[in-house]
């Protein structure tokens, strides 16, 4: 059997831009983590990475030698190190399933499941875990079938994601489940992801490393990891300036925590703080930025269902969070390809 080896064509890796020139599945160059110890624990994680690629065979076999790096009481094992295998054109494909480490394993881990599928040629994306280092990822097809190529992103163009767990991922089930995964089938955009849990502070090297990239619009929501409203309102404009100065005309969207009701005068105060930053851009002339308030994320029922602790996400909360972030993050897009 033909084994095909994830980064080299036909089979495609997204969200890793780092792959392309180290063939490491991590998202941080080594200069970073030395100037931001913080989030050096996340620098080697592969979360935001798909492997895309199409087959015609009616099953396929996936292998990946994994450690897990990060696990706590709000994330699953199947959230730290599975990988979400979907079938089919993005827009409407289907869940396969996931092959993960198993539970109380540590170490590094080889792991190997089967997927079943039609025997016709359909789009393979298969989400890479939140919370585990990667080092390998195989495609083994039945015997005689061809693999080619994934269709391409509509939005080829990567959207970034900058902000704290929740931004990771949080306490969703699983990698598909998270909003940012959801927004990406939705909306078929390729994306990158820097969600660091409890170190997304704002710095001025990240935000300089973040302005180097290239993407179709910024994303970010960090305001739950400053410690309090005065040290958001320190680091919330400088962050957004540095990327504006680097990209004048990116669609910027700010958004502040969903998880409002477990103590919303301090939301507020965050809230309060972020919106000043849109709207001295806004009355700066800056027709490229959005503002979306966190306490409109969750809507209205059943808000006690949307985190698990007050804080992170469920898969429920994920699903509001999305649904109210798709229609703006469209528009913004739309803005994009038109300027």
Known sequence: MCEYIAGISPVKVYGLPLFHSTGEYRKLTDELMEQVPSIRQFGHLASGGRICFKTDAPSFVFKSRVKICADNETTSNLFSSGFNVYIGERQRSRYAGYVCVE?????????????EKQAIMEDITIFM????MIESCCIIPDENYRVEESSPYKWGTPIVYYGSSITAGGAASRVGNTYVSLLSRWLDTDYQLYGF?????????????????DMSVFVYDYDHNAKDPEELEKTHKPFFDIIR?????????????????????????????????YETAKAAGDENVWFIEGNKLF??????????????????????????IAPILEEALEKQANQ
């Open 129 to 132: 875990p939140s919370a585990s």
């Open 103 to 115: 539970k109380n394993r540590d170490g590094w881990c080889d792991i190997e499941k089967r997927f």
């Open 197 to 213: 849990p409890g170190n997304a502070k704002g710095e001025k090297e990240v935000a300089e490393y973040l302005s180097t990239l």
């Open 245 to 277: 100065k680097a990209k004048p005309k990116v669609p910027v969207i700010m958004l502040s925590r969903p998880g409002y009701d477990h103590d919303p005068v301090d939301a507020e105060k965050r809230k309060a703080v972020i919106r000043s930053t």
């Open 299 to 324: 809507g209205t029922d059943e808000r006690h269902a949307c985190t698990i602790d007050g804080t992170h996400p469920t898969d429920y909360g994920f699903m509001k969070m999305a649904r109210c």
